[in-house]
Structures are given as C-alpha cells and as structure tokens.
C-alpha cells in the first residue's frame, strides 16, 4: 500500500510570471541566447551575441586553408549546378534567364554573412518561380509588357524578404510549422508534374503556349498546336534527356559517384551550346536562350514598383511564396543539420533569408532560397563552412564578366530536359504510400496538394491543403479522446480497459482518463461524452473520477463545463472526484474557486487515493461487491 | 515491487474501425440515436425515430390539462413581452414594425412541432437585429429604398434558416462550439452599447441619424443634431426608463415577483398609448410608430431576391447574424436543461432553428431564436412543454386580427426605453471581472470583442473575437507543455518535479511527461523542447523517458519528430525509451515500424519498468549514486 500525499495547493503564480513563462515557451523554445546571455564578462557577451547573431564571426576566424580546399571544389560543383538552373528557373518564372544568373551572385555572398547552416547552398528554385509567375500573370501578362513583369517580380521579391525577415525578427517560426511535411511533399510532386508538363513547350519547341499552369490547360494548349511540334527539338530533348537520367542513375546506385549527376546539367548545356552553334540550330528547329550580356548585376531599387494597382498581387506572389520557399529551405537546413548533429535556429535563418531577398530585390535578383538539389550536392560534394557559398559567388562573378555570351547559344530544349529530369525526383512515390499506409488523413492533406496543384492552381492547392491541416488540428482540439481506466490485475497499473482487455473495474466507480487542453472548443463535447460514458456503464454509478493528468491547459469554459458536470452528477446523487491537475489545471481551478466548489477532499494526487477513498464511500452492499471482486 | 506487465502490441485496428469510430466521436458523441436504434421491434423502432426527430410526437400524446394551465398562463407572459419587443426589434432592423410582430406567430409554431426544448421561447433578438441592418446598410440603404431592404432583410433570413439546418443535418454542431463563451460575453456588451447609443435617437425624437453602429459615428450624429432635439420626447423616455429600471430592480431583490418586470413593457407600451392618443403626441415633440395594418402574416416567399447583385451581402448577413442566433439559443436552450437536469441535442435545435426560419422568411418573418430575456420569463412564469410557445402564437394571432392598430399609437420614446432597459442587463461586468482574474487570454478575446463590435462594426468585432480564439487553440496544439517528472519520497508516484518540489530524479535518467496530441503543428517544437531539457540537466544524461500518457494522438510527423529525437539522441549516446503508448498513439507506431526501429525493450506500460530497466542499463558508477541518493 501506498502512502497517502496531498496535491499541492500552493498559491498561483503571478500573471507576470506566467505571461513571461508562456512567452519564453512560445517564441523562445530553444532557449536561442544561451550561447552569450549567461557570460559574465560584458565584452566577452557582446562578442557572443554578435557572433550569435552574424554567424560569419564565428566561423571566419577559426577559417583555415585546411577547409578551404574542400569549400573550394564543392563552390565549384554548385557553380556547375547553378549556371543551368540559375537560367533554366529564370525562364519558368517568365524572366529573362541573365536574372537567374544575378541570382547566383549577390544572394549567396548575404548569406554567407548571416547564415547559420554550413551546408545551405543559396539558389532559385523552380517551384517558387513557377508560383510567382503563376500568381502575377493574373494581372498582367509576361508577353505583353516584360519589363513591367520584371519589375513586379523584384517587387514580389522585396516584399518576400520584408516578410521573411518579419517572421524572423519576431520569432514567428512557428508559422512554418503550420506547413505540414505532407503538405509539402503533395505540394512539391503536384509541383513537378506541372512543371514537366510546362516543359513539353521546350521539349517540343512550341512558340504558342498558355500561361496557366493546371494539367488540363496545358495538355490542351501542347495538342491544340500540333502542328508546331518540331521533331529535330523533341530527338535532342529525349537524347539528353536520357544522358540526365542515366547520371541520376549512377550516382543513386554509388553515391560516391554524385558529381556525376551534379556535372551533367552543366556538360548538357556546353555539348547544347556546342551543338547549336555549329549547326545553327536556330534555323533548324532548335530555338536557343539568345541575348545574354556581359556584366555584373545592375542596381534595380529604382525598379520596384508599389503602385496601388499592382500592390495586392506582388504582396500576395510575395507572401505566398515567400512562405513556400521558407518552407523548403528551413527544412532543408534542419534535416542536413541533424544528420550531422548540429542545431539551426529557424528564426535566425528565416532573417538571413529575408535579407538575402531584400538585398536581392535591389539588385536585379529574384526569389532565392536554399534549394534541396543544390544543398545536397553542396553536402556531397564536402562543402566545410558557409565559404563554399561565397566560392560560387566568386564563380558566377568570373561567369558573368566574361562567359555569359557563351551560354546564349544554349537550346531551350536542353534546358527543358534539365528541368524535367531535376522535377522527376520531386514526385515522391514511396512517401505518398508511406504516408497512406500510416495516417490515411496525412495522406487527404497530402493528396489535396497534389490534386489541387496540378488541377486548379498552385496558391489554391496550397491554401487547400494547410486548409485541410489547420481543420484537422482544430478536430484534435475539439473532439479529445477520453477513455475508461481499469486496473492491471496483480499490478498497481490503471490502464484504458479497450487497450488492456482484462482490467478490473470497481462496480459503481466510474474512472475516466481525459486528455488534451479541456477549453472553450471541446467543453460542451467533454461534457456529452462523459455523461455518456456514464449511461454506457448502465449499472449505478456512484462515483465520477476524471484523471487529468495528460489536460495541459484550461480554460474558464473548461472550468465551466467540469462545474456543470458536478451540478449534472449532483442530481443524480453521483460524487464526483479530481485526480492530479497539472501546474497550471490546479492554479486556474483555485482562482476561479473551483477547487472550494469540489472540495479539496475530492480532489486527489493518485488514482489509488481515489479508489480508495471513493470505495469507502460506497454503499456497503456494493462495498461488498467491490471488495469480492477486486480482489 | 510491481510485477512487471508488458506494453499490448494488439494488430491494429483496421482503417474502417478507426474511420467509424472516429466518425462517431466527432459528430455524434453524444450518441443521439441511442433512444431508437436498439429497439427490437421495427414497428416501436420507427415510432421512436419519428418521436426523435419530430420532438411534439413525443410530448403531444402525454399532455394533458394539469400541464396546460401552466403553458397557457407562461404563454401570456411572453405575449406580453413579444409585443414590445416586436416592435422595438423590427425597428432596430430598420423594416417595418408590424414585421416583428408577425415573427412572433408562425416560428414559434414550427418550434413547437420540431423544438425540442421546454423552456425556450422563440423571439427576435435586438444583436442579431441590428446585425442583419448594419450589414445589409453597407450595399443598400432603408430609406431610400424600404421595399428591397424588406425583401433583403427576408433573403438574409432565408439563408440563415438553410445555413442553419444544413449544419444541423450534416451534425456540425461543433462549429458553434468555436464561438466561445468570452467571445459572447465581449460581443453582447458591446452590442448592448451600441443599441443603447442608437436609442438615443428615440431619446431625443432625433430625425436625422446614421446607419453606421459605431460608438464615435453615432456620438457624432447625435451631438452634431442638438437643433433637433425634443426635451418632451426625453422627459418622458426618462420616465419611462426609470420605471423599467425600477420593475427590473424589484424582480431581481425577489424572484417572485418575475411577473413585474415581464409585464412592464407592456405597461410602457399601453401607458404611452393612452398617453400619446390623448395630448396627440406626434404635435407634441412625441412621434408614434404609426401605421399598423390589421391582418395575419402575408406569404413573401415571392419576395426572396437572389439577384446576384444582393447575394453576396444577404449570404453574408444571414451566415453572420444566424451564427450569432444559434450561439444565443443553443447556449440557453442548454443552460435551461442543465438547470433542470435534462439534455439537448444542438444539432436537432439547428434543424429546428432552420425550419423556423425558412418559413418564416416565406411568411413575412424575419430571423428569430431563443432570446435570453424571453425564455428566462418563460422559466420563470412555470412553462411545462413547448405548449408555450403555441399559446404565444395564437395570442398574437388574436393582437394580429384585433388590436395592431391599436399599437400605432405607441411612441417611439417608450420602445427606446424598453430597448435600452433590457440592454443594460446584457452588459455583464462581473463576467468580465471573472474573466480576467481566472484567464488573462479569455478576458483579451471577450475585450477584443467588446471593443471591436463598440468602435468598428459588429461583424469585424465577432470575427476578430474568433480569430483569437482559434489562434488560442491552435498556440495550445503548437505549444504543448511537458514537464520533467521526479519520485515523490516514500511513494511510487512521479509527478511533476516544478509542482511538488522535494521529488527526486535519478541520477543519469532524464523522465519527461509529454502532452496533448504530438503532430506537425508541434514537432519541431517538441524535439527542441526535449533537446533543450537535456541540454539544461547539465549532468551526464544516459537515457531518456519520455511518459506519453497524455499523448492522445499523433501523426506522422510526430513519429518523424520521435525518430528524428532518437536518431539525435543515438549519436550522444544516449537511450531512449517510451512509456504507455494510449491505444491510438501504440497503433500509429505499429503500422509505421516506429515499434521496430527503437526496439520493443524500450517501450515500457509503467514509469517504475522503464526506470526500473534504465537504472539497470547505466553505468556502474553512475549505478552506484542512484542507489545513494533515491534511497
């Protein structure tokens, strides 16, 4: 037998400690300023909160030859990824393909200094590209007037930056959450299914083309214009193509060989660069980039546009996909942190995000994030520091001032093979089946992306899904499950009696485990079910006791409901018993008196306590009963 | 010492079980059906079934003269009630006042077939009232075009009525769930401020006013017409109040006399009357309601106007102000009950709301539901059944046949101050005050309400209520709190080492208890949580306990964020163990190899096993001060 302890019924802490406790809780989880809030000596402090808060001093100083060797040829390797995709993404964001190259330049350098993930490498990405694009075609058309387009697009992408360095600076990573794994992966598959659809344009060197991006627009617009397919583009499309995947293949099956796949975009556009230009492959159905000028980023503050008729579509292009890139990037920093056991801050990165956009924004660059592709090949290729970043700046400043003409001469149709071959690894088949296989409502939220992506639109098949996500979040709240407790014969152990079939029950006590915060959105469901758990016993009950062990929180509504049941269990001539509040369950019932109302004698440290204590109230012919049973 | 018992790895169940299960537990946990689905014979089935849904089928059969006498003399009462404020409604709605007395015919007859409350009576509502006005005003105005603001004002309803029982049928109950108490509380006293604000109008015989409902608005209108005011209209609008106020104040002292402050408006009304008749008000500085035909409710089912012109405000007007009448009458149909020890079914109350107002917006009715004021008088006065509101409606027929012209004679000031004396009663200080000593964040949203509805508008006032609450709900999933859990000397019970200070930890074992469901709202959380419990232990961690008890639900980025947990932990060499998976949780875990990749041996059913097995797997030395210090 166990000793009998009290719950402790001391007094409340203060609002003000409690406003600070949830506030730290809430914005402050990790506890990000340990590293300097505890140093004693004051210069010592403010030189660990600067190089908490600029990361580049941290690193730098303990920056020697022996890692920049392997900084040096991963910056090299990225270099070769980013040239392709820097031109390749410019054009599905319906730019001119120079400013994919811009981007390569100035956003790393940023990032460099203010990044805290070593492996993060800095570039665009092709599904933020497509959704800007998508989101401002609405209003105005790429065709018609492209340099009011650009302007929008570096307009959008201030305000990304604006925003991600908002979310940062007040801490509001959290947001990011709120974009669920299965979202994502539905996202981005729906994603590279449009995305490849886009590119049979390329593939098939179509001139006229839609600019909406859902399946069925898309088919119709490759098969309504027939006659344009050109057989020459589609030969060299598939052939390297098929080079692309093969090195995908080969590095998949010996990862020692990535370099390959790495290489191969930037191999597929100097063979295509080649191969055009002796040929003259413009006059033979293979139309080219064209137009790329020597130099380095012009300024482009002067460009952004806020003009009230343009703002509410480069706010929403901004935000939307602002969050999306946010999302892919932290995550992506956060999974090559823990393989090799480090801790990034989410808040501080979104920071060094925004700033890289801000500061892009004003220097011809669009929407740059850390894409996956390029991360991992930074990673692989033994990337050391956030240097390997500033080495493909360093790169792209040699390219631009004095290769850029060169790549004029790529054909589109290599850069289309090179994005559908980076999108088919995109569609993640085996986490789709996983996540069927494991929660089939994961799955809904996931397969809702998807649908909605490819079908209706990218910002609406989003909106769908983190719809879907915050719906089920609020059906967790709202319905939390309780369940009847039955003891473990020959054990001390109260267990739901569905899971542990064989527990024991005391006749007329009725033990309820209940779970989740007890608040304003499941009050009046709490209630409802515990009456009916209560019809359902359908011999007489005597006695209620409610375990609230696993209820984090509650509200005044959730005291209300628990006052109303004693009222109910009143009537019907029911006791009713509290066993082991948590911290701040027990505070809220002593200041809102409920504690008087129940009594402290009904309200216990231990399920055993209780038992007890109701079984000696009992009536003696069913003290008999429990007695004779029970034991 | 316990014996030791293992974790039940049960199969789990399959995907129809949980689906159905889970079905049932989100939209019929109350298990409505119960009163018919077991029976054996078909034939008392179906009876039963009608009797359920169709509620008069039920209590019609069993009535009888005993019963009768009390319905009819609660039925006066509420007569006597439903006239003034018919009136004074109808004219907060800016439509015609005769309108408002024909609401108080046909609904209340629907609710005595389908109702299925004793104690509700069936009126108009002065919040939704003026709702309906302030949001129909923004697209079209009532004095330059009274007939299409009617017929709006009759769409509205309609909409409300199918919104209403749409959600009933489809069991959504629990989105009236979401409009929590505070919220109520916050939008009924501000609302109670405007309406007595709008009476100054009345007050002071005012010609020239705002549609607008804000505090400064109708301030201004007021005070910018002092030309206009009419010292005879306010003198006897002071009397007026004061007698209300005076009845009010005797009732409250002794709830006997209920009967005086029930009768006054009538009084007032009947007084005013006479008075105006004789000295001829309307030259006098005292306008009337005039014009009041003879006559039961004419058909306007021809009336309803869905040009697409109006749709999207009557939409709006009629989801909005229906919402906030099925908050007001459920909630109070539920307290009722509660007081007499019966139960209500919300989502049958909605069909039944529904019903009343689909017909009645064909009737000329506008909307109507249980108004607090109204069934409180209907308590009290002794109602038995339903019955009450049948004898209202054939009273009103009587006032609709022979007296309504009668009532033209009514002032204006008179129904201002019946108006405002029963919005006094709706601005509850001591709610507030309760509020804000038990929970800080509930007293924010009543206040956000408050003040929103005083000085913006009523609808962007309820909505920004309801933003914070569900920004509560979903911060209480994304920041589930868990606490480190120590032994309480001399027992077996650990508890939360913060609340019961003394406890004691074994050396080299960090146990934690989690809470609330684990998923992508707060994985990462949670993993930097833990992460940084750890960190703040200081001493050498070699296993972690993590209790999930309270875990009521979990998804597969919970399982991702434990993997990723026991992947981090892996590479400190630290273990990690888990005790007593709830059922939903265990099965989860099963079906996505969680259970395989950490090792059955780690899953524990008690705290004592898994300490038990860790001490047991720590190091000699460390072995040797745990032995020291927990005993």
Known sequence: MVASHGVNYATPRGFGTKLRSGFKETLFPDDPF????????????IKRAIQYFIPIFYWLPNYNFGLFKYDVLAGLTITSLAIPQGISYARLASIPPIIGLYSSFVPPLIYAVFGSSKHLAVGTVAASSLLIASILHGKVSSQDD???FLHLVFTSCFFTGIFQSALGFLRLGLLVDFLAHSTITGFMGGTAVIICLQQLKGLFGLTHFTTKTDVVSVLHAVFSHTNEWKWESAVVGIVFLSFLQFTRYLSQRNPRLFWMSAMSPLVTVVIGCVFAYLIHGDKHGIPTVGDLKKGLNPISIQFLNFDPKYLSVTVQAGLISGMVALAEGIAIGRSFAIMRNETIDGNKEMIAFGFMNIIGSCTSCYLTTGPF???AVNFNAGCRTQMSNVVMAVFMMLVLLFLAPLFSHTPLVALSAIIMSAMFGLIKYDEAIHLFKVDKFDFLICMSAFF????ISM???????????????LLYVARPPSCKLGKIPDTALYRDAAQYPGTVTIPGVLLLQLGSPLYYANGNYVRERVLRWIREEGEMIECLLLELSGVTAIDTTGIATLSELRKILGSKDIKMGIINPRLEVLEKMITSKFVDVIGKENIYLSIEDAVE???FSLSKIEKQNSV???N
């Open 613 to 615: 204590a109701s079984r």
């Open 373 to 375: 592709s390029k991360t």
């Open 146 to 148: 492209p340099t009011l």
């Open 34 to 45: 340990r590293q300097f809030k505890n140093e004693n000596n004051s210069l010592l402090r």
């Open 452 to 455: 909605g992506v490819s079908f």
């Open 459 to 473: 910002d609406i098949g989003i909106m769908m899904s983190v719809g879907l996500c915050i719906l089920r979040a």
């Open 628 to 630: 004779n049973e029970s």
